[in-house]
Each structure stands twice: as structure tokens, then as C-alpha cells.
């Protein structure tokens, strides 16, 4: 078992739909809770960064935290062709917290 | 320039011959990494150096793989007698904090 699963998708939604993005992981010291975002032929680029447990918005963005269930989510609201991308959850310990630990992505695809 | 930047973009090579892949991190940072990218694999983590730490080279897959970083900014990724299951797309990162900064990559064929 992974120690982070993530539904690699492809996930197809129509504009203006309301996104949910999953993973889950099994290493319960787990602090450091991160979502990033992959065009196609670019680098990753940081959206989220969340310590410890709870809801942390930004814009459309929202990331969820519950670590009683080993789970965490990416909620875009109001989606866009835009945000067509690969998304990525990363996460890390707090006594390791630069060794992050990858999802392997869900692809997203919002049509107009 | 304000983010990390990666030089080849793109390099094709042949079986058997040396690359070198070069990153530049965000200026102040740190930390800098280096992942893999192949299709359907995700980020395969290679190295990572902390200030004048000794690096983490825990995830470099064989002997054929080193990496350098001098006066504590520019890193250099070799890959010596390269191997058709080399070819991926190389990332850089870099990070003061938890997070990491990724450049754009270098996709590697090897033919």
C-alpha cells in the first residue's frame, strides 16, 4: 500500500462545476498538507499549504484536512477551463517536513 | 529571475552517453531538490540538499545518478551512461519553508 493515494482520474466536469479532489494516506504523523497544480510541460505550482487539521480557503480554493480519517480534499468552486490541469497532494511529517511524500495526481479536465 | 529556472529545457541523447541538467533555484533558498517525472509514475524523489548539509541522496535509483550543488545555489543533476528508462522529465525545487518551487524541467529522451 502507497503511503498517499490519489484517484489518478481522468476527472471531466462542465464549467462552472464544483470540483472535489481526494487523497488519502496512512502515515498518521503526517503534518503538512500541500496541493499543487501541473499544466501540461510545466513544473508543479504550490496552490495550498495546510499544517495540521482543518479548511483553509483561498479564491475558489478550498483545502480540507481531516486527519481522523487520513483524508484530505481540494474543493474548486465555480470551475474553469483554466483550471484543466494535473493536481498534485503532497505531504510530509513534521519531523521530516522537507521529505514529502507525492500522490501520483488526478487529471481534470473542465469543458465549456 | 524571481523563480526557478532549469537549463536544458529539452535534451536528446543517446544510449550510452552523459547529460548534465542544471537549476537554478530561487535566490535565498535553502533548500533544493530533485524529482523525476515519468508518465503515470508521478514524482519520483531523487536528491535533496539542505544548506551545508550533507545531501539526502536516498532516491537516486543507481551509481549512474550524482548531483552537485556549489556555494550553496546552482545544482547540477549527471547522468552518466544513460539508459532508455532514464528518459523522464527532471525537475529542480527549491524552498526556504516547507513548500517547494518547482522550475519548469528538463524532458530527457534518450534514443
Known amino acids: 500500500q502507497k503511503e498517499v493515494e490519489q484517484d489518478p482520474g481522468p476527472l471531466s466536469v462542465p464549467e462552472g462545476a464544483i470540483v472535489s479532489l481526494n487523497c488519502t494516506y496512512s502515515n498518521s504523523a503526517f503534518q503538512y498538507f500541500m496541493w499543487y497544480r501541473q499544466y501540461s510541460r510545466k513544473g508543479p505550482e504550490l496552490l495550498m499549504y495546510?499544517?495540521s487539521s482543518g479548511n483553509k480557503e483561498d479564491g475558489r480554493f478550498t483545502a480540507q484536512v481531516d486527519k481522523s480519517s487520513k483524508y484530505i480534499s481540494l474543493f474548486i468552486r465555480d470551475s474553469q477551463p483554466s483550471d484543466s490541469a494535473t493536481y498534485l497532494c503532497?505531504?510530509?511529517?513534521?519531523?521530516?517536513?522537507?521529505?514529502?511524500?507525492w500522490g501520483l495526481g488526478t487529471s481534470l479536465a473542465v469543458n465549456p | 529571475g524571481a523563480g526557478v529556472s532549469q537549463s536544458p529545457s529539452n535534451k536528446v541523447t543517446e544510449k550510452g552517453k552523459d547529460v548534465e541538467l542544471r537549476c537554478d533555484p530561487i535566490?535565498?533558498?535553502?533548500?533544493l531538490y530533485w524529482y523525476r517525472q515519468s508518465l503515470g509514475q508521478g514524482l519520483e524523489f531523487l536528491i535533496y540538499?539542505?544548506?551545508?548539509?550533507?545531501?539526502?541522496k536516498s532516491g537516486l535509483p543507481s551509481d549512474r545518478f550524482s548531483a552537485e550543488r556549489t556555494g550553496g545555489s546552482v545544482s547540477t543533476l549527471t547522468i552518466q551512461r544513460t539508459q532508455q528508462e532514464d528518459s523522464a522529465v527532471y525537475l529542480c525545487?527549491?524552498?526556504?519553508?516547507?513548500?517547494?518551487?518547482f522550475g519548469p524541467g528538463t524532458r530527457l529522451l534518450v534514443l
Open positions: 503532497a505531504m510530509a511529517n513534521a519531523g521530516n517536513n522537507r521529505k514529502l511524500i
Open positions: 535566490s535565498g533558498h535553502t533548500a
Open positions: 525545487a527549491s524552498s526556504l519553508t516547507s513548500y517547494p518551487y
Open positions: 540538499f539542505q544548506g551545508n548539509s550533507a545531501p539526502d
Open positions: 495546510t499544517y
